[in-house]
């Protein structure tokens, strides 16, 4: 699914089910970090007029599902917790040297985006398909088919704005890449975790 090489081990979603609360507040800052990622880009990129139309429009949508999951936490009598730091994406960042030209900070940027869609995805709906609780596993089956969408959106642009065989082979590498951080992780209540 989503070209990721490695599924995650279903049993992560028992270590989520014993800690909802926890994963819904990692979730929320998950949704805020995307609409920042959309904002940022369209900042660092403002000549790339078709990439800043869809950055608009997705920080809106980010900022929406991030209202989501705070009326969520609010509806279970809970309050936003802090942020935690986010191993998985602390690792996925070691793989893009750093420099380079500026068509090829932004294809880093654009597959980063878009791998960080995809992993959500696949734990979106394996949270959809395994969660106890309907409601919210119904809940998480909507937010996996609108990060799908990004994915493929991002790559997307990746293709578009870079040279597409080198884009092709940077953005399976990174697959690999991506394959071997998840070994370690898929045991924490978080979304990345
Ligand atoms: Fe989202
Ligand atoms: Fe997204």
Same mark, same amino acid.
């Given at each position: 699914?989503?070209?990721?090489?490695?599924?995650?081990?279903?049993?992560?979603?028992?270590?989520?089910?014993?800690?909802?609360?926890?994963?819904?507040?990692? $979730?929320?800052?998950?949704?805020?970090?995307? *609409?920042?990622?959309? !904002?940022? @880009? !369209?900042?660092?990129?403002?000549?790339?007029?078709?990439?800043?139309?869809?950055?608009?429009?997705?920080?809106?949508?980010?900022?929406? $599902?991030?209202?989501?999951?705070?009326?969520? !936490?609010?509806?279970?009598?809970?309050? @936003?917790? #802090?942020?935690?730091?986010?191993?998985?994406?602390?690792?996925?960042?070691?793989?893009?040297?750093?420099?380079?030209?500026?068509?090829?900070?932004?294809? $880093?940027?654009?597959?980063?985006?878009? @791998?960080?869609?995809?992993?959500?995805?696949?734990?979106?709906? +394996? @949270?959809?398909?395994?969660?106890?609780?309907?409601?919210?596993?119904?809940?998480?089956?909507? +937010?996996?088919?609108?990060?799908?969408? $990004?994915?493929?959106?991002?790559?997307?642009? *990746? #293709?578009?704005?870079?040279?597409?065989?080198?884009?092709?082979?940077?953005?399976?590498?990174?697959?690999?890449?991506? *394959?071997? !951080?998840?070994?370690?992780?898929?045991?924490?209540?978080?979304?990345?975790?």
């Amino acid at each position: 699914m989503l070209g990721l090489k490695l599924p995650t081990d279903p049993r992560w979603v028992n270590i989520v089910e014993k800690n909802i609360d926890e994963i819904l507040t990692d $979730h929320a800052y998950c949704e805020q970090k995307a *609409a920042s990622t959309a !904002i940022s @880009l !369209i900042v660092s990129f403002p000549e790339y007029t078709e990439l800043v139309e869809e950055m608009i429009a997705l920080s809106r949508e980010e900022m929406g $599902h991030f209202k989501m999951v705070h009326d969520l !936490i609010l509806q279970r009598g809970k309050t @936003l917790g #802090r942020d935690r730091k986010d191993e998985y994406v602390i690792e996925l960042l070691k793989f893009f040297p750093k420099g380079g030209s500026r068509t090829t900070q932004l294809v $880093h940027r654009l597959l980063y985006a878009a @791998l960080i869609e995809a992993r959500s995805c696949e734990r979106f709906r +394996l @949270l959809s398909e395994e969660l106890e609780d309907k409601k919210l596993a119904d809940f998480y089956y909507k +937010l996996m088919v609108s990060e799908a969408g $990004h994915y493929t959106m991002f790559l997307k642009f *990746a #293709r578009k704005y870079g040279q597409l065989e080198e884009v092709n082979t940077k953005w399976n590498n990174l697959l690999e890449y991506e *394959a071997q !951080i998840m070994k370690d992780l898929g045991t924490k209540e978080s979304i990345h975790g």
